[in-house]
């Protein structure tokens, strides 16, 4: 008996319970193994996740290039041109300058309307918005184009944002563009809001006389054509410059020299005379503001818009070479 207890008491030894500080170690041995099957399985998930994202990625530039198949290059052309266009407009009215350009400029078009030159439109004493059309290409020439051609891509430059601006899947052509439009559309705002003066002093509510509405018609076309050919001219300049000042003053610069040279062409007649009438925006633009509308003006407001686009696109572009 004392032997198979001597021999129970020594198995006993043998099997000895697990201590704490094996079981620490275990854990300790444990925690590696499963920090490996953690990564082993992560490796597992990124290895299924990267053909997935791959093929989303994929399946977006397809997407893409099956939306440009399907609607074709012109089309592409025409939606990302809109896309920027409506953009730009939507920073001019988030900014304060949709508004003090518009403000600004009705005030200080009521203020010549009425009240410059001995009594203003009250001493014409006839149904007419002759002033007007004196006074808007002036306004838009000396404020209006500049302040909203400015800032279109000197400060896209400036800002560094010009290039995340071209990263994205646009070209050139339609940056140029879009910011073309909304800069003219700012401009058409504006000039539909002057509407309200003939309206409110000959249709409705006042009755001032009867307005011979065929002159305001025009005037406002050879504005839009005005406006156009400006707005063409201040791209050109914020596109060679990234001061918004500088590209401010060069466009007004410009825009009244083009005013003002129209006033000479009756002291110098002769082919002088005919030279600064072809090339001043003034001469081009009296017909209008008479009522007939002039095919030669339209040909030349619309070159000078053309050819100014294409030197600001080819002003971005050189960027590329540089």
């Not at 002057?194 to 000959?202: D, G, H, Q, R, V």
Request: hydrophobic share 50%.
């Amino acid at each position: 008996m004392s032997t198979l207890e001597n021999e129970r008491d020594e198995q006993d030894k043998d099997v000895k319970p697990p201590t704490t500080a094996d079981s620490e170690s275990e854990t300790k041995a444990a925690k590696p193994a499963a920090a490996d099957e953690d990564d082993a399985r992560e490796d597992d998930e990124e290895e299924e996740e990267a053909p997935k994202a791959n093929h989303r990625s994929g399946a977006l530039h397809t997407d893409a290039a099956s939306a440009v198949a399907a609607e074709g290059p012109g089309l592409s052309i025409v939606r990302n041109t809109l896309t920027i266009a409506k953009r730009e407009a939507r920073s001019y009215f988030d900014s304060l300058i949709a508004y003090v350009v518009i403000g600004g400029s009705t005030l200080a078009l009521g203020i010549y309307f009425f009240l410059i030159q001995q009594g203003g439109f009250w001493q014409v004493d006839r149904a007419s918005m002759t002033r007007m059309f004196e006074f808007l290409p002036w306004m838009l020439a000396a404020l209006v184009i500049p302040l909203v051609t400015m800032r279109s891509i000197a400060d896209e430059k400036r800002s560094g944002t010009l290039e995340l601006l071209i990263t994205l899947p646009v070209r050139d052509s339609e940056v140029i563009l879009g910011k073309y439009f909304a800069a003219l559309f700012m401009c058409a705002v504006l000039l539909l809001i002057t509407l309200i003066y003939p309206i409110a002093m000959f249709a409705w509510p006042w009755r001032l006389g009867v307005l011979d509405w065929g002159p305001v018609w025009t005037g406002y076309f050879g504005l839009l054509l005005f406006s156009g050919a400006g707005v063409a001219v201040g791209m050109l300049f914020s596109s060679l410059t990234e001061s918004q000042i500088i590209a401010f003053f060069l466009s007004a610069f410009t825009l009244l020299l083009l005013l003002i040279i129209g006033m000479l062409v009756e002291t110098l007649p002769g082919a002088v005379g005919d030279a600064i009438a072809f090339i001043s925006f003034q001469t081009r633009f009296t017909p209008f503001s008479r009522g007939l509308i002039d095919t030669r003006a339209i040909i030349y407001f619309v070159s000078i818009g053309v050819i100014c686009l294409l030197a600001a696109f080819r002003s971005l572009e050189s960027r590329k070479w540089s």
